[in-house]
């Protein structure tokens, strides 16, 4: 488990005329064994504070604390598309993010390869099993890290892969104690995967914080799943998100 | 019987494999035989000495020890100059990142990828008559502009991505640089090497004709002179099985070696 503390986090992007503000002014907390979903409109800002919080973005101003047992955590980042080296073989791009090479991470790497049926392929330098991997396994070889930030993760999946992956990955969360900041522009996902939702705004602003209190596993067609579902989207309606 | 599909490929790979080399070695008879047919009958025998006079000179001279001086000398000037231009090259491809710099260097990284390199062996024959600066300014001069825009596409396409990728889990900069950086560029810069080589062995014959006292050029200067065509020939054959054993056989197996991942991505 994972404290995350932001106070006053602000980013603004280019100079003069062509500055765009990503993210105003955002105060939160995040802790505990919780899984976050941020979802809102495209370019509100989502992916801007995943960036932030892992470290590849800084802040134009305010401060971000992320602790784990009181030491500075060392967070997992799953990306939306592939970010593989096509030079190294598919272990050693898992390899790669690894700060220990022993073989007991190798072992690991290898377990998690042979879930996603790519246990025999360690050698292969290929783009196609980059697509697979990066899609598939790379969340779950690097399941490491006691925070994890997932970056609409699914969004090119077939809705069926989608919907197994999303079993899975919140069964794995609920077996362990980490916590997870998951962004997507998918309600029914943050729904059925959550018990919380950040609702963003253009200019990157906090609209909302809802807690969805239902219990675990929730299958996307329950009734309860789909009227909570119904309860966020209505939420957007009044803070006016959504398209008229 | 019953073919698998396995044994199927091996055969198309096998009939492939047998139509290329058939037709090169075809080629490679049509035009000897056509050279040694025309040899005494088309023109003259010391105009057009036949490949196995020629092949007999080239042996002569081997003997001499002639061939090993004259290829030690063009190398010698090809490798340092390549050398020069190479680190010339990718520093202006380093600092045209700059808007400024891009901005100074952009003409004449323009004319120094459109000139042909003889207005640089004249220029440079002139300048420094047969000093053994004169060779090297005249490769660097005519190849650096390849490094330079090969180098420029490289660090302009780096993978930011995948960059950001290895800094959200805490790769240090070394580690970036050399398992993402390094490895992106490295295509670039062995194209760059590649054009830069190809392109300064042909210079360097050319200013070695002009101005200098050995090498491969001078040599066949030297015959020019001394109306040996055979000589000349010898030499001219010699500079196309080098630059065919370079090409085909140093160079292929470079690329097999450190880019295979190339060919296997884009074979997917």
Known sequence: ?244 | MRVTEEELVKAARRKDLTVRWVSRILGYIVVLGTWEWASGRVLEENLLPGPTRVVQTAIELFNKGKIFSAFEATLTRIVLGVAVAFLVGAALGILTQNRWFAGFFKDAITIGLTSPGLIWVLITALVFGNRWYGPLSAIVLTTFALVTVNVAEGIGTLPKDTIDMAKAFKVGVVRRNRHIVIPHLAPFLFTGFRFSFSIGWKVTVLTEIFTASSGIGFEMRIAQILFRQDEVLTWILLFFVFALFFEKVVLQAIENRFFRWRKEIAST
């Open chain 1, 1 to 244: 488990m994972a404290d995350i503390k932001i106070s006053n986090l602000h980013k603004e992007f280019g100079v003069g005329d062509d500055k765009v503000v990503a993210l105003e002014n955002v105060n939160l907390e995040i802790s505990g064994h919780v899984f976050v979903s941020i979802v809102g409109p495209s370019g509100c800002g989502k992916s801007t504070l995943l960036n932030i919080l892992s470290g590849i973005e800084t802040p134009t101003s305010g401060s971000l604390t992320i602790t784990q047992a009181g030491a500075q955590a060392a967070p997992g980042y799953v990306f939306q598309a592939a970010r593989l080296l096509p030079w190294r073989t598919v272990m050693d791009n898992l390899l790669f993010v690894q700060a220990d090479k022993s073989s007991e991470t190798r072992a690991r790497c290898q377990k998690y390869l042979d879930m996603v049926q790519l246990g025999d392929m360690i050698n292969i330098i290929r783009t196609s099993c980059q697509v697979v991997c990066s899609s598939a396994s790379d969340w779950r070889a690097r399941w490491r890290p006691m925070l994890i930030f997932m970056d609409e993760p699914f969004s090119h999946l077939d809705a069926i892969t989608a919907r197994s992956l999303r079993r899975e990955l919140h069964s794995m969360w609920a077996a362990t104690k980490k916590t997870i900041v998951f962004v997507t522009h998918d309600v029914g996902e943050a729904v059925e995967l959550s018990n919380r939702i950040l609702v963003f705004a253009q200019g990157g602003i906090l609209k909302d914080d809802i807690n969805v209190e239902l219990d675990f596993p929730r299958d996307p067609s329950d009734e309860a799943v789909a009227v909570a579902k119904a309860n966020v989207l209505k939420k957007f309606e009044e803070l006016d998100l959504l398209a008229t």
